[in-house]
């Protein structure tokens, strides 16, 4: 057992809290808004309008469900295409009115199957982080469990990205990357310390910004040092003029992997 | 990911054949993996590595891709000093790297840089299939993302040759962060009015496909080409059911909707040549 892989686990613990915790604890007023108005409604992500300390914003969420029969109906929070046509249509909207964007991640990846490839599960991701990258309202995204490759960057091209401390940010699930790379699906232990995906690794590395103390399982505690750092982060990132804004959040990914030698 | 054996290694010069076989280059013979007749090396090369039998299209390199493609003598190559860097110190990726180098004479998985097609000019990149299965490594974001800065600044089309397995396991978040910094560098270069054009080729999978490769404001691809999101491997292990013959090939996408043309490769040149004529400055005046 490795410390990475202890964080995995806690990422993943029955009874942690979701998607839907987060939304109701640091928000008021939530309304939720269904449908891609393409093809379906997915309910792998939740999205709307809510308030935060009294002003509008937008929130998204990858929610993986709570009991049995929820976490069924919400596919374990591995979205479809529609799902991120959903979570992009709430982000234009958000742009026009001019309210800032929260994005809750937590999901093990975007879905594998036939209809998820039918329906261009590459190209809806594609179009969010072409989109996101270019969006004129500051945005922020916060993992809460797990960050699960490109179905949590679908949701991820944010001003800030913020982590919680048992929440993983990674490029393949560790079961995944052993399966690959040592053909033995059971050395996810050493994948999860190789793959260098805690909070903190992440931290270091300067992908996210800050990292959250989950206040010893006090999520409520948590919710409120939330809500302020929001408030004071979305107060801040408002001041800078449109063009600033898209122009830092580029910069801050065009840094990451370069040539610094 | 996918499967290894959808990455055969090409069997040409430039590639390099580790083995030491004291067979001479122009009497080598390839199996063809459609219809496995024996080709003599020297004629695929020249038929740009189609089978002359079937038909089947045989992986090329990156830079034979370019050097086939593009008018002799065009390609300057851009930042060829860049090269991959362990961040992560991962286990066995240093000797993965240097082997990959060695085996492909390439620094990495991807080259970039400018040349003209029957005189139009653009700035392309064109990935190596057996570099690493053809991952995104950091320096792939890299490069890819300075080719998109450089044609933004340089006001040039750009036309890109994708294959890739998807993200690169090895370089961990690193790998994952490249699918958003290219997607911004594309953004930029679109909203510059510049045209892209991809040619996706047999396989494009994984994080390539959820990101530049399918941001082209022309999506080309080779005939049969395997081209998804998901391996078909994942899919059938997720979905516990075998998948439809054709399932994720061009010709199912084009039927979905997602790609604009299969152009079978003796037809590419000219189409491209076209498609940069159209969309040159004052074509519409």
């Known amino acids: ?261 | 990911m996918l499967s290894r054996k959808l990455f055969k290694k090409p069997k040409n010069r430039l590639e390099g054949e580790a083995d030491s076989t004291v067979m001479q280059a122009e009497e080598r013979r390839v199996a063809c993996p459609e219809c496995k007749a024996l080709v003599p090396h020297a004629t695929l090369q020249a038929q740009a590595y189609v089978c002359p039998r079937c038909g089947a299209l045989h992986a090329m390199s990156a830079r034979e891709r370019i050097l086939w493609l593009v008018d002799e003598g065009s390609f300057h190559e851009l930042d060829s000093n860049l090269t991959p860097i362990d961040r992560l110190g991962f286990p066995s990726y240093a000797g993965k790297l240097s082997k990959a180098q060695e085996e492909s004479g390439e620094q990495e998985g991807v080259l970039t840089g400018t040349a003209t097609i029957q005189g139009h000019p653009f700035a392309l990149f064109s990935m190596n299939p057996a570099f690493i299965m053809g991952s995104m490594g950091a320096i792939v974001g890299e490069k890819i993302t300075r080719l998109f800065e450089y044609a933004a600044e340089n006001r040039l089309p750009v036309v890109g040759y994708a294959v890739s397995g998807g993200a690169r396991i090895q370089e961990g978040i690193f790998s994952l962060m490249q699918m958003a910094k290219t997607s911004g560098a594309v953004l930029r270069h679109s909203e510059a009015g510049l045209l892209y054009v991809v040619v996706l080729t047999h396989p494009t999978t994984g994080g390539v496909v959820a990101s530049f490769a399918m941001e082209a404001d022309v999506i080309l691809a080779e005939p049969k080409a395997l081209i998804g999101f998901a391996g078909p491997r994942v899919i059938e292990q997720t979905m516990r059911q075998k998948l439809p013959q054709g399932f994720q090939r061009a010709e199912f996408l084009m039927a979905k909707g997602f790609v604009d043309r299969i152009v079978p490769r003796n037809a590419q040149k000219h189409e491209l040549a076209q498609l940069l004529a159209l969309h040159q400055r004052g074509a519409m005046a």
């Open chain 1, 1 to 261: 057992m490795t410390e990475a892989y202890q964080r995995v686990q806690a990422a993943r613990q029955k009874g942690r809290p979701t998607a839907m915790y987060y939304l109701t604890q640091i928000f008021t007023d939530f309304l939720e808004m269904h449908g891609d108005r393409r093809f379906a409604d997915d309910p792998a992500i939740v999205g709307g309008i809510a308030r935060l300390a009294g002003k509008p914003v937008t929130v998204i969420g990858i929610e993986k469900g709570v009991d049995t029969q929820e976490k069924i109906a919400r596919n374990f929070g591995s979205a479809h295409p529609e799902g991120y046509r959903k979570a992009l249509r709430l982000m234009k909207q958000a742009e026009k009115f001019g309210r800032p964007v929260v994005c809750l991640i937590d999901t093990s990846g975007a879905y594998c199957g036939i209809g998820a490839e039918e329906r261009g599960q590459g190209l809806a991701i594609a179009e969010n982080l072409m989109a996101m990258m270019g969006l004129r309202v500051p945005v922020i995204s916060l993992v809460i469990g797990e960050g699960g490759s490109g179905g949590a960057l679908a949701l991820g091209v944010a001003d800030r990205v913020w982590m919680l401390e048992n929440a993983v940010y990674s490029v393949i699930s560790p079961e995944g990357a052993a399966s690959i790379v040592w053909k033995d699906a059971a050395k996810a232990a050493e994948a999860s310390e190789a793959l260098k995906l805690t909070a903190s690794d992440l931290y270091g590395f300067g992908v996210v910004e800050r990292v959250f103390s989950e206040e010893d399982g006090d999520f409520a505690a948590l919710c409120e040092k939330l809500r302020e750092a929001l408030t004071t982060e979305f107060t801040m990132l408002s001041a800078l003029p449109t063009e600033e804004l898209v122009q830092l959040r580029y910069d801050k990914f065009r840094r990451i992997g370069g040539d610094e030698r």
